[in-house]
Each structure stands twice: as C-alpha cells, then as structure tokens.
C-alpha cells in the first residue's frame, strides 16, 4: 500500500512539475493584464485600435451627448478590448508555432550527431551554435515544412540550413553597420549557392515519382526566391551606403552589386567544380 501511495505522489508531483513548467515556458498565454499585452502587441495594432477610437469620436463628438452615446461608446470599449484579446491570441499562437518549428532546426543543427561532423567543413563557419535563423521567419517556416527531406539525406539538408544561418548573420551585420564590405556581400552569394546545392543534393536519394520530384523542385524554387531577396536587400543597402560614404578598397560602385541578378560566370571549367553539384 506505502508503495502505490508513494508512487502516486511521484506522478502527482511529475504532473504539477510539468504544468508548472508549461505554465512559465507559455506565461505570455496566461496574460490578462491589458497593459503588459499592449506592450506585447506589434505597434501597428496599437495605431490601428487609436485610429478606431479617432473615428468613433469622430462620428459621435457631432451630437449631443445622451445616454445613447454612452452606451454606445460602452459597447465600442468592449469591441476594441476583444479585437486586442482576439489579435493578442492570434500574434501567441504564431510565436508559439515559430518557436516549435525553430526548436526543431535548432535540434537538427546543434544535437545532431552530423553537425559535429560539419565543424571542420571548410565551407562552414566554425561558430555554429550561435543561430540567426530566428531572424527570418520565411527560413523556419520553409525547412520546417520539408523537414520530411531530412531523413533523405539529412547531412545535405544540415548544411542547407547552416548555410542559411550563415547568411542571416553577415546580412545582420550589415544592417547594424558592421562589416559593410563587398567581400561580404559576394559571401553571401556564395553562401546562397550552397544552401542551394546542398539541398538539392538530397533529390538523388529522394523517392523516384513525378510528384516527388516536382514537389522537390518546386521547394528549391522557393528557397531560391527567399534567398534571392536577402541579396537583393543586401545590394540596396551597400548601394546606400555608397551614397553616403565615399567608396574606398572594401567597397564597389553600384553596378557590382547588378551582376548577380545579370549574368553569372561560366564556373564549368573551374578545377572544384562538379556536375551533380554544382547546379546553382
């Protein structure tokens, strides 16, 4: 008897341990100071829900203040203070599904056994615990939903995702003001054609159909657009900062940065370069 008692005390402890853990890992789900969620809340919802108020005022400041008015101006509080619950739900709901789907990459890259093989790969950076993935949201959400081509080849598709970390983290530099130089900038185009033919890469061990193939294809397509679009800001800014500081060795004139989205060099003879690679 002593022995089921204690050992319903122990699950009973495991269970409050758990809630208890779930509650703070999740506290900003339990939220009902409305201050602390306005605080919480994107500031264009704020902009949004005064500008509801400018124009409710608006429309009654024109009559005669009666107890009609009021009540009104009751029932457009309790409206405005459930749009702010109603949003502040939807805005916990997508962080938590972010930090699901970011929880999963972390793993892959920082508690896979292959990540520790990738730390003498020339080709990636040695300071890979350090993520900026959490810096795209697109990123998370794209490798999260191919997660399934992990166990293809899950080696390649580690690499793809480091890859991307790594162009996350010279694009952050740069917006900060820190290495703001040309080298960076053909870097991150290197690292693009990485990412890009590390996860092709998985397509030779990818089930042979149509459909596996188009959909495989089309995902690439995807991460070359999202990749597309980091460089392209990335060229916008260095352009900018042409204007402001005048160009001295670390830097290039504008159209430097054209040459990518114009034509690329023809890198078939270089001595590293392979066929079933070497695809972007």
């Known amino acids: 008897m002593n022995a089921i008692i204690f050992h319903n005390l122990i699950d009973n402890v495991n269970n409050a341990t758990s809630n208890i853990n779930s509650y703070f890992e999740n506290m900003d789900s339990y939220e009902f100071d409305i201050y602390k969620i306005l605080n919480k809340l994107p500031n264009y919802y704020i902009i949004i829900y005064i500008f509801i108020a400018f124009l409710l005022y608006n429309f009654i400041s024109r009559y005669n203040i009666s107890l009609n008015h009021i009540f009104i101006l009751l029932i457009s509080i309790v409206i405005i203070y459930f749009l702010i619950k109603f949003n502040y739900n939807n805005f916990m709901n ?37 993520t900026y993935l959490y810096l795209d949201p697109l990123i998370i959400d794209f490798y999260y939903n191919i997660k399934e081509y992990s166990q293809y080849n899950i080696s390649s598709f580690v690499k793809s995702i480091l890859h991307c970390n790594n162009i996350l983290s010279i694009i952050y530099d740069a917006k900060i003001g820190l290495n703001r130089k040309y080298l960076n900038y053909q870097t991150v185009i290197y690292e693009t054609k990485n990412a890009l033919n590390e996860l092709n890469s998985v397509i030779y061990n990818i089930p042979s159909s149509v459909i596996s193939f188009n959909k495989f294809k089309n995902s690439i397509s995807v991460l070359h657009q999202l990749l597309n679009k980091h460089i392209y800001d990335l060229s916008n800014l260095f352009k900018t900062n042409n204007k402001i500081e005048d160009i001295n060795l670390h830097k290039m004139p504008d159209n430097f940065y054209d040459e990518y989205f114009i034509i690329s060099p023809n890198d078939t003879d270089t001595k590293n370069y392979q066929s079933t690679y070497n695809m972007y």
């Open 94 to 130: 997508y962080t938590k599904l972010k930090k699901i789907q970011l929880d999963f990459l972390h793993k892959l890259i920082f508690h896979n056994q292959y990540t520790y093989a990738l730390k003498d790969d020339f080709n990636i950076k040695p300071n890979i615990q350090k």
